[in-house]
Nanobody, 118 residues
Framework: QVQLVESGGGLVQPGGSLRLSCAAS????????VGWYRQAPGKERELVAT???????NYADSVKGRFTISRDNAKITVYLQMNSLKPVDTAVYYC????????????WGQGTQVTVSS
């Protein structure tokens, strides 16, 4: 079974960029969908972006045009490129397996903190 671990978070100024990484271990990475979720203080987790095994992507309206999800099967890694960051993007970001039916699978990890502030 595939295990996923997030990294790459940090502090960035408004308008800046960060790239998050989701490193996989185990077998089967090339045939699973992966989603990025985030949870801001006092709020529920929300879907940010997903990518299918074939590379089809979907985004939350709040990040369209600013974030890009991609995958590198050779490196068994999924990325989230985050541009034009806003303070509202501040949250803990998680990557998880996503089924073809849009449901998450597996346990939630520790996440990686993204803070957008001047």
């Amino acid at each position: 079974q595939v295990q996923l671990v997030e990294s790459g978070g940090g502090l960035v100024q408004p308008g800046g960029s960060l790239r998050l990484s989701c490193a996989a271990s185990g077998s089967g990475f090339s045939i699973i969908g992966v989603g990025w979720y985030r949870q801001a203080p006092g709020k529920e987790r929300e879907l940010v972006a997903t990518i299918t095994p074939g590379g089809i992507t979907n985004y939350a309206d709040s990040v369209k045009g600013r974030f890009t999800i991609s995958r590198d099967n050779a490196k068994i890694t999924v990325y989230l490129q985050m541009n034009s960051l806003k303070p509202v993007d501040t949250a803990v970001y998680y990557c998880v397996e996503v089924s073809p039916f849009g449901r998450t699978r597996g346990s939630w990890g520790q996440g990686t903190q993204v803070t957008v502030s001047s």
